[in-house]
């Protein structure tokens, strides 16, 4: 296939996509719905993700430095029934609680420093 007829087929179905993501329907019930082969959808959604992933790549460059980030600490809370305790994440053996008064900035670093978590 040529590089333009890959790019319309690519515009194409960007916009197909995008049709069906707004749709609020199931992929599948949006592919029966507008006579799109479901195969074909899935297909070229994946190309569409692939290409946009490979431009995101060369438009940004990669840093692999690793590093510690500072998560501060609330004071400790005495547990009891009245705890405000929203979320509890598991991680490595250890407990995380987080409490409802948390704020956004530390939530922000505290998702930050659990993705290197491996």
């Not at 329907?25 to 959604?45: A, R, T």
């Amino acid at each position: 296939m040529d590089k333009i007829t890959h790019e319309m087929r690519m515009a194409n179905w960007t916009k197909l996509i995008q049709d069906c993501l707004s749709s609020g329907l199931s992929k599948k019930e949006w592919c029966l719905q507008n006579h799109v082969n479901e195969k074909s959808f899935y297909y070229w959604q994946r190309r569409i993700r692939e290409n946009a992933y490979d431009h995101q790549m060369v438009s940004k460059p990669v840093n692999h430095e690793v590093g510690f980030v500072e998560v501060p600490t609330l004071p400790k809370v005495q547990e009891t029934a009245s705890s405000n305790i929203s979320a509890r994440i598991l991680v490595n053996g250890s407990t995380i609680e987080i409490v409802d008064s948390a704020s956004d900035e530390f939530l922000h670093r505290l998702l930050g420093a659990l993705s290197y978590v491996q």
